[in-house]
């Protein structure tokens, strides 16, 4: 099934052709009215440098007139073998596209309400059959049956004619259009974008980014570059003061030598706070006892502190160098 944008507006236009992927653009002077532009010819000469197939209303009162249009715009500078030339369905657009087709000019005969305007598009050797869906339905029509009518008239007798589910509303009509064996769909850029979206490929799509970073980055490319240690002098308040500025939930306690002495955590400062009250602030690490923390080679893989963090249900880890601290690693650095 060919995919069309559907727009008039520049901007969005030139972000969408840049996917690669999409057969072309359909437009109509309404849209372009809505985008305020003012000089037709210029913008449509424009757009088919941008879009690989360009499809504008080619407009008259009559048989003649629409061919005329036709061959004016061809003579502006636009390519036969990449316009279309939409025209609304009526006996003289049909007409139109009879005369356009054995010229080898391509057409759209569009503004299609039911199968019978669908037939007459078909018997003219329109090479775009357009039925506007979400406009069918807003009038209680029964879009889908009109666009299956078309395509199974289009297969049972072998018409060269593509149906085009036009008149886009949300993402369901594009798999109705899919479900329908449809030829061509145009769709607004709000619609397309929406297509490749979903919760699920979302999550999965972060935990294989997630899963390739635990495997390939080390705890030396992730640590925060903030003071991460404090000497073993200092009052419990220092270490708050320190671990507040440095936005760390944990701070590493070393002796002179600048060995580990201990990690203390905000939890640490909650339960002392609890038990000891607010005198506990005033005290120096030299008053507590050593413990020796769980600690992590500034070279190991993410992967090993992620399988610590889970094993030993903690949220820091003191990261080391040739056995001497050099930085703090928090469960939220893996995140």
Not at 41 to 54: A, F, G, N, R
Not at 65 to 82: F, P
Not at 260 to 286: C, M, P, W, Y
Request: proline fraction near 3%; aromatic fraction near 8%.
């Amino acid at each position: 099934m060919e995919l069309y944008l559907d727009s008039a507006n520049m901007q969005e236009i030139r972000e969408a052709f840049q996917l690669g992927f999409l057969a072309g653009l359909t437009t109509t002077p309404t849209f372009m009215h809505r985008e305020g532009i003012t000089d037709i010819d210029k913008t449509i000469l424009e757009l088919s440098k941008i879009v690989p197939v360009l499809q504008i209303e080619a407009l008259g009162k009559n048989a003649s007139e629409i061919v005329d249009e036709a061959e004016r715009l061809v003579g502006i500078g636009l390519d036969r073998t990449k316009t279309v030339f939409k025209i609304p369905i009526s006996l003289e657009g049909a007409k139109a596209c009879k005369i356009l087709r054995d010229k080898n000019y391509l057409v759209n005969l569009h503004l299609i309400y039911n199968i019978q305007q669908a037939y007459i598009a078909l018997s003219a050797g329109a090479t775009y059959v357009c039925p506007l869906v979400g406009r069918l339905q807003d009038q209680g029509h029964d879009a889908l049956s009109v666009i299956e009518q078309a395509v199974n008239a289009v297969e049972k007798y072998n018409y060269p004619s593509k149906i085009m589910f036009s008149s886009v509303r949300h993402s369901e009509h594009v798999r109705n259009a899919l479900n329908l064996g449809v030829h061509t769909c145009t769709i607004p850029w709000k619609v397309l974008k929406q297509l490749p979206s979903n919760h699920f490929t979302d999550i999965g799509t972060q935990q294989f980014f997630e899963h390739t970073k635990l495997m390939t980055l080390k705890v030396k490319d992730v640590i925060r570059d903030f003071p991460s240690t404090i000497s073993f002098n200092k009052t419990v308040f220092d270490a708050l003061m320190k671990m507040t500025i440095s936005k760390l939930g944990a701070i590493t306690i070393v002796d002179d030598n600048n060995n580990i002495h201990q990690i203390f955590t905000d939890g640490d400062l909650r339960r002392l706070v609890e038990t000891n009250g607010e005198a506990i602030l005033k005290s120096k690490f030299t008053d507590f006892a050593k413990k020796t923390p769980i600690t992590i080679d500034y070279e190991a893989f993410l992967i090993e502190a992620s399988n610590i963090f889970k094993t030993r249900k903690i949220d820091n880890l003191v990261v080391t160098q040739n056995n001497k601290p050099v930085g703090m690693l928090d469960i939220h650095d893996l995140l």
